[in-house]
């Protein structure tokens, strides 16, 4: 037998184990694995004193095409993913115009994405308010789960996104419940925030401090327990999306101990930036929910140790630069969003698995195996036989900087430039083919292909 490809000698990260193997792949599909395969190939990868590890899976992106796609694109946005090696994402229904909200406006995006992704790819569907005859047309098209905002958002754009109220929450989950699918949450308390945000601005108060005072931790807690009731009463699934904070994260553990069925994710730059260095990087780092104290950061980093944090995503939110760097030193109003997926594997390696030591089959789990199991993603998340041969390699022995010139996205501002990451992607592979190189850069035409996904959920019991 002739294989397509051959990796050789890498430290390969399995499910429980990291062991020195070879992978053979043939047709996208991971062929074989043992310590030595001496089988001919087409090409062979040697990775020796590499980590070669399954691609992530980041499933909370902002892709802004169509729309705006002077925000973000497929092909700028993708090749940033898989710099960044991410091999498989799921793009929310939010940022594009029309928002992602029924047949029609999927249909759109659908179409907009075809022949532009060098990754493969789908697609959520929203909940808003006005579409509840909507979700199930969503569901029977393949949305990867369901979207929606408990703080305030959108535009006066009547296509943009617009966040739920009570009713549309209760009312959406339970027929989200009877859909079999999944309800994914931005759990703040709109209320509060927004009158702390008007009472600030109203003092002339709005410098980055003050906007980070007005959404406290306790806004996420109390919409985490609101959302955490109704899912109770609806028997929805839910999943939270970038929580920020250690108490909230104690809130979802405890409902998943009672029988609930939930799950969540947090964000790289919660656990790399601090809000005490929010003003000196400025707008590039503004987010919401917002960077949190250093003394917070570190609750949060003790819970991903402990196995609280099911998994990692970019929440990659782009911009053109004048949204981000206006002559207004009002920081309510610059836009609230990181431009960051090119980071998240590399530096998240670098500051949990090299520094704090967590155990990389662990991280692993966060970056793939956990996202791939709880959103139905068929054949990916692991690197065994059979699996799509979604592949990333990690050189754990190589630092550098980050620089503007070396990012892929459309607009090169990140709250990352300037900072030393000891590790570097050197490949990474999506369904055995190289869709980028350190050396080479991005490598050949988009090949990536949209996942239909029909319904089906993992309940949570992951890490």
Avoid at 170 to 198: C, P, V, Y
Avoid at 258 to 275: A, K, M, N, R, W
Wanted: net charge negative; proline share 4%.
């Amino acid at each position: 037998m002739i294989y397509d490809l051959l990796i050789k000698g890498g430290k390969v990260v399995l499910k429980n184990e990291v062991v020195k193997n070879d992978i053979a792949i043939i047709n996208g599909k991971i062929a074989a694995i043992a310590e030595t395969i001496d089988h001919e190939a087409e090409q062979i990868i040697d990775a020796s004193d590499q980590y070669v590890m399954p691609g992530m899976i980041d499933t909370h992106v902002h892709i802004c095409e169509p729309g705006r796609t002077e925000w973000e694109g497929f092909i700028t946005g993708t090749k940033a993913l898989a710099a960044g090696g991410t091999t498989c994402y799921a793009d929310m229904p939010l940022n594009a115009l029309p928002a992602t909200i029924d047949r029609n406006t999927l249909q759109l995006k659908a179409e907009a994405a075809k022949g532009k992704n060098y990754i493969d790819y789908a697609f959520y569907g929203g909940l808003v308010p006005g579409n509840l005859e909507r979700l199930e047309e969503l569901s029977d098209d393949g949305v990867i789960a369901y979207k929606c905002f408990m703080s305030t958002c959108g535009t006066d754009n009547p296509d943009d996104f617009s966040n739920v109220d009570d009713y549309t929450l209760f009312a959406g989950m339970k027929k989200i419940a009877e859909l079999g699918q999944i309800l994914s949450i931005h759990a703040e308390n709109a209320q509060i925030t927004d009158r702390l945000g008007e009472e600030l601005k109203a003092q002339g108060r709005t410098a980055a401090a003050d906007y980070v005072f007005s959404r406290p931790v306790l806004t996420e807690v109390e919409a985490v327990k609101r959302a955490l009731y109704f899912g109770k009463e609806t028997k929805c699934p839910i999943h939270f999306v970038h929580i920020s904070t250690a108490e909230a994260v104690e809130e979802i553990m405890k409902a998943r101990s009672s029988g609930q069925d939930v799950s969540l994710e947090s964000c790289p730059h919660y656990f790399t930036i601090s809000s005490e260095q929010l003003e000196k990087i400025g707008p590039a780092a503004k987010c919401s929910p917002p960077l949190r104290s250093i003394e917070d950061q570190e609750k949060l980093w003790e819970k991903l140790i402990e196995g609280k944090i099911d998994m990692l995503t970019s929440d990659h939110s782009p911009c053109p630069p004048e949204m981000k760097y206006s002559s207004s030193n009002n920081f309510f109003e610059v836009w609230g969003g990181i431009t960051g997926c090119q980071n998240s594997v590399d530096l998240m390696f670098d500051e949990a698995v090299l520094k704090r030591k967590l155990p990389i089959t662990h991280f692993a789990r966060m970056i793939s195996s956990n996202p791939a199991e709880r959103f139905n993603i068929p054949n990916k998340g692991e690197i065994a036989v059979s699996m799509d041969a979604d592949i990333i390699l990690i050189d754990a022995n190589r630092s550098y900087v980050v620089e503007e010139e070396g990012l892929y996205y459309r607009h090169k501002h990140s709250p990352y430039i300037g900072r030393m990451i000891n590790c570097r992607i050197t490949k990474t592979l999506v369904r055995g083919k190289i869709v980028y190189d350190l050396d080479q850069g991005i490598v050949g035409k988009p090949l990536g292909k949209a996942l239909k996904l029909k319904n089906g959920r993992s309940t949570m019991n992951m890490i």
